[in-house]
């Protein structure tokens, strides 16, 4: 038999509609947030790792990202900024449910903060306001096979290989490709 031991971020407090990490802050996108969104989805090393946000990335996207989320249906789907105290804006994660596809979770990192453990604090913060805030019992995501760091930030966040290959289109990439299907339970 094997034990998966999750971590667990200390400290993770669920206030207002935000979530508080021991470094991080997770609350909803603003207007205000348009230039440094932009500005990190610039990267091509950050875009081409999703499915949905083009290359180039331009202040449009960023503002019509921000309007699709107000006018998200916050008993199916949740998106948050993921905020470094002293720094602003590092990230987004989020929850979405497409018909009736379980639900499933998303993020990108800037790159100036990759490395550093923002994704994974992130990750346990939000899965546990998943949990205990939003009654939800069980999570899926995916990792591009090319994208080690992402696969290792979901495995410390405590999800599991299925076992299932997506073919899942990136339009940062402008086609087709394999994603590695992971599972989290409450």
Not at 12 to 23: A, H, P, S, V
Not at 56 to 78: C, H, K, M, S, T
Not at 149 to 163: D, E, M, P, Q
């Amino acid at each position: 038999m094997c034990v998966i031991d999750r971590p667990e971020t200390t400290g993770t407090i669920f206030e207002r509609g935000e979530i508080l990490t021991d470094r991080l802050r997770l609350r909803e996108p603003v207007a205000g947030d348009v230039g440094a969104i932009t500005a990190l989805c610039g990267d091509y090393g950050v875009t081409s790792m999703t499915t949905r946000m083009p290359h180039p990335y331009a202040e449009a996207d960023a503002r019509q990202f921000i309007d699709l989320v107000g006018r998200q249906d916050r008993a199916r789907e949740r998106t948050f900024i993921i905020e470094l105290e002293g720094e602003g804006v590092v990230g987004c994660i989020g929850f979405h449910k497409a018909g009736s596809a379980p639900l499933e979770m998303g993020y990108w990192i800037g790159r100036p903060y990759w490395g550093r453990g923002y994704a994974t604090e992130a990750a346990t913060g939000a899965l546990r306001w998943a949990a205990d805030g939003w009654g939800k019992r069980s999570v899926a995501s995916g990792h591009f096979a090319d994208n080690a760091a992402s696969a290792n930030v979901l495995i410390k966040s405590g999800f599991l290989y299925t076992g299932e290959v997506q073919l899942r289109h990136s339009r940062a990439r402008g086609r087709i490709a394999p994603t590695r299907m992971m599972v989290w339970m409450a």
